[in-house]
C-alpha cells in the first residue's frame, strides 16, 4: 500500500509550522477558554499554586522570574498577588498575549527558545506550567539548554508536564491537539541532567484542597493511590517513588560554579502519606 512519495525536509518542516501556527493563532478559543477564566484566578487555581508552587519562590520579592507559555497570565497573577514586582511572561499565541495584557501583565508574543537565548544568567525562577509537552523530541533539549542558559546559577526550573505513569495518562497527552509527548519521573529527570541541572526532585500533583468537595477529592485520591502504589511495589519490588498522578512537577536548579556535580534527582511523594515525605537517594 502506498501514501504517496515522501515530502521533503524543508515541506515537512514548513507543514509542521503552519500546522502549529494554525493551533496557536486561535488556542485560547479553540481549547483553553473550556478550562479557564481569563483576568481572575478560580479558588481550585490558587490553591493548586499555594500548595504545589509557593514552596519554590524566592524569598526576594525583587527577583526576575519568568514564565514560560503563560497563557493568558494566571499564574503571573498568582504572583503579582503574592508581591513578586519583577515577574513576565512569554507565549507563542498572540490570541493568549492580548489576554494576558488586559490584565496588565507584562507578556510578550515570542518563541520560548529564541527569548530564552537572549537572557544569559538573568532570571532567578523560571516556570513552565504545562508547556515543554507541546514541544518535540528533537527540540527538547534545545529548550532545556535555553533556560539553563537564561537562569543565574543557582536559579531554579519549576516545570509541569503530563505524567505518563499515571493510570490516565493518555487523558493529558491527547487531550490537546498541540501535545506532542509526556513524561515519567525517570524521562524528565534524565531531560534535565543531560542539560546539567542538578538537585533534580519530582512531585506528584495530588487534589489540592480548598474546600469540603476538594477535601474529599483528595482523601479518595490518597486511597486509591495507595492501592495502586501497592501493586507496583508488589510488581516491581519497589516500594518508595511511585508518581502516579496526571500530571507531575519538577524542580531542578543550575549549580553555582563551586558546585559539586549531583548525577542523581529524587521523587519526592508527598502524596503518599499526610504525614510523612520520602525521598528516593540521590546518587552522587
Avoid at 85 to 97: L, P, Q, T, Y
Avoid at 216 to 232: G, M, N, S, V
Wanted: with cysteine; charged share 20%; glycine share 8%.
Amino acid at each position: 500500500m502506498s501514501i504517496g512519495p515522501r515530502a521533503s525536509t524543508r515541506t515537512q518542516a514548513d507543514g509542521l509550522e503552519a500546522y502549529r501556527r494554525r493551533l496557536y493563532d486561535s488556542y485560547f478559543s479553540s481549547h483553553y477558554a473550556l478550562i479557564r477564566t481569563p483576568g481572575r484566578l478560580s479558588r481550585g487555581e490558587k490553591a493548586h499554586f499555594d500548595h504545589h508552587f509557593k514552596r519554590h519562590l524566592p524569598a526576594d520579592h525583587s527577583a526576575r522570574i519568568l514564565d514560560v507559555g503563560c497563557g493568558h497570565g494566571s499564574l503571573l497573577l498568582y504572583l503579582r498577588g503574592r508581591g513578586y514586582h519583577n515577574v513576565a511572561g512569554i507565549d507563542w499565541s498572540a490570541e493568549a498575549v492580548k489576554l494576558g495584557r488586559t490584565s496588565n501583565l507584562d507578556v510578550v508574543e515570542a518563541s520560548a527558545e529564541d527569548y530564552l537565548r537572549r537572557r544569559v544568567a538573568e532570571l532567578d525562577v523560571v516556570f513552565a506550567v504545562d508547556v515543554i509537552e507541546h514541544v518535540m523530541r528533537s527540540e527538547l533539549l534545545g529548550l532545556l539548554d535555553a533556560v539553563y542558559g537564561a537562569l543565574k546559577p543557582g536559579g531554579k526550573f519549576v516545570l509541569q508536564v503530563p505524567n505518563a505513569d499515571g493510570p490516565f495518562s493518555g487523558r493529558l497527552r491527547y487531550g490537546d491537539l498541540t501535545h506532542e509527548q509526556s513524561f515519567t519521573a525517570d524521562s524528565i529527570g534524565q531531560a534535565l541532567r543531560v542539560c546539567g541541572f542538578t538537585e533534580i526532585e519530582v512531585w506528584p500533583v495530588k487534589p489540592a484542597v480548598h474546600g469540603a468537595a476538594s477535601a474529599l477529592r483528595w482523601f479518595l485520591w490518597q486511597a486509591i493511590r495507595t492501592f495502586l502504589a501497592a501493586y507496583l511495589a508488589a510488581e516491581t519490588g519497589v516500594i518508595r517513588g511511585h508518581v502516579l498522578s496526571q500530571n507531575l512537577i519538577a524542580t531542578a536548579v543550575r549549580p553555582r560554579p563551586s558546585d559539586r556535580p549531583v548525577t542523581g534527582f529524587s521523587w519526592s511523594c508527598r502524596a503518599a502519606s499526610s504525614s510523612t515525605d520520602w525521598h528516593e537517594p540521590t546518587h552522587h
